[in-house]
């Protein structure tokens, strides 16, 4: 009973470990998208901050999907999470609707709308606040 008891402690640690993975992922996808609405501001004439900002948010995509097949008892195989990593926008989506149908797409749908708001307003912010400085500056 006690072999029981402890395999069952050790698969809950495992799934909350892999919880906080699958969230640490995510959020990292909206930290880059952030950052790559401040590099398109700043981007002048020199695109090594854009080149940055969407390699961290196609890392973080192939990484969220990874752990997410991992905690679903399915991991991805290698070649899958290149392909996630190389053709993130697209392949999230088929990941998306593959594992979870109908579901997926609302899911791929809001976090696309999600995107597009902190992407937005990271530009925003970021010109209000470089201009309030500017604008303090004698």
């Not at 809001?110 to 307003?121: A, D």
Request: net charge positive; glycine share 6%.
């Amino acid at each position: 009973m006690k072999h029981a008891e402890a395999r069952s402690s050790e698969t809950e640690e495992t799934r909350r470990w892999l919880q906080r993975m699958k969230n640490l992922s995510l959020f990292a996808v909206y930290v880059a998208m952030a950052f790559q609405g401040v590099a398109v501001v700043m981007d002048s004439g020199y695109a090594g901050g854009l080149i940055l900002a969407q390699l961290l948010f196609q890392f973080s995509i192939a990484n969220w999907a990874a752990w997410d097949a991992q905690s679903r008892g399915r991991p991805l195989l290698r070649i899958q999470q290149e392909a996630m990593f190389f053709f993130a926008p697209l392949a999230i989506f088929v990941y998306l609707v593959a594992t979870r149908r109908w579901r997926g797409v609302g899911l791929w749908t809001l976090h696309v709308l999600g995107y597009m708001t902190v992407f937005i307003l990271s530009q925003v912010l970021f010109v209000a606040l470089i201009n309030g400085i500017l604008a303090e500056l004698p």
